[in-house]
């Protein structure tokens, strides 16, 4: 199922969405699968604050934006997505990876 | 074209966990910024840091002092083409203190974080914050002197922690 859903998406060489309008929850959820992300509400929070800002910037936010703009903290950001906050929840979320050094 | 996975998230290639020792030896304003900077960087990149404050950088780890940090303007090389001070003029009483104002501008305007703070966002990151114990004890330092979160640990300890780790001195 998973599988299937990943499969009809296209993808860099960095497993990040080319397309970031074609991105559903679904896509949201089968990403978040392959990343071993098993997404909470505060996964989502932080997920759907990366594609509103996305919509009214053009980019994905930085980490710190996260932290500055929703009530999840830095330590919180590490524990939801460890290995690379910013760039593991801009994945889950169909963005680009953030270029951003901060 | 590659499907997410975990793997691609990790720089640590083959060979495991890759781990990064900034060492920060200078105090200035100007000079503090690049260690914290590559710390949040590597952590941000999944990478383990271990920052070592020796020295002059141990001012960036001190309650006391880390929110006063100041530019230089006398001896500073940097100073003549950005600022446009030329090296006799910065020994003017102030001129440190505009210096440094006009760069906390600067670092404001691009959203990075005050010292303490960006110190703090550093430890919730995980990145292990270490004071010289040699720098301490000429410093007259104490645990108490330092942020909450760091330790106290000397240089031959800090070799241990971190064999194999690439190694910035700043």
């Not at chain 1, 009809?8 to 990040?16: H, M, R, T, Y």
Request: net charge negative.
């Amino acid at each position: 199922m998973t599988q299937d859903i990943l499969n009809a998406v296209a993808f860099d060489d960095e497993g990040f969405m080319v397309e970031a309008s074609a991105w559903t929850e679904e896509i949201g959820k089968a990403i978040a699968e392959a990343l071993e992300v098993d997404l909470s509400d505060r996964h989502w929070l932080v997920v759907k604050y990366a594609r509103q800002e996305f919509e009214s910037q053009g980019e994905p936010p930085t980490l710190r934006r996260i932290t500055q703009e929703t009530d999840v903290s830095m330590k919180e950001m590490y524990q939801l997505f460890p290995g690379g906050p910013a760039k593991i929840a801009a994945n889950i979320a169909g963005l680009q990876k953030p270029t951003g050094c901060i | 074209m590659a499907k997410p996975s975990r793997a691609l998230h990790q720089s640590s290639g083959d060979t495991g966990v890759r781990k990064l020792a900034l060492i920060a030896s200078k105090g200035s304003l100007d000079m503090a910024y690049p260690p914290l900077i590559l710390a949040n960087a590597a952590r941000m990149s999944g990478i383990d840091v271990e920052m070592f404050f020796t020295f002059w950088g141990l001012d960036i780890i001190t309650k006391k002092k880390m929110s006063g940090l100041n530019v230089a303007t006398v001896g500073n090389p940097n100073m003549h083409p950005w600022f446009g001070i030329p090296t006799l003029l910065g020994a003017i009483p102030g001129m440190s203190a505009a210096a440094s104002w006009m760069m906390r501008g600067e670092i404001k305007k691009l959203g990075f974080p005050k010292v303490p703070e960006f110190m703090e966002q550093l430890i919730d990151a995980g990145a292990n914050v270490y004071g010289c114990k040699m720098s301490m004890d000429m410093m007259k330092l104490t645990q108490d002197d330092l942020i909450d979160g760091s330790t106290v640990l000397g240089a031959m300890e800090f070799m241990d922690l971190t064999e194999g780790a690439q190694i910035v001195f700043v």
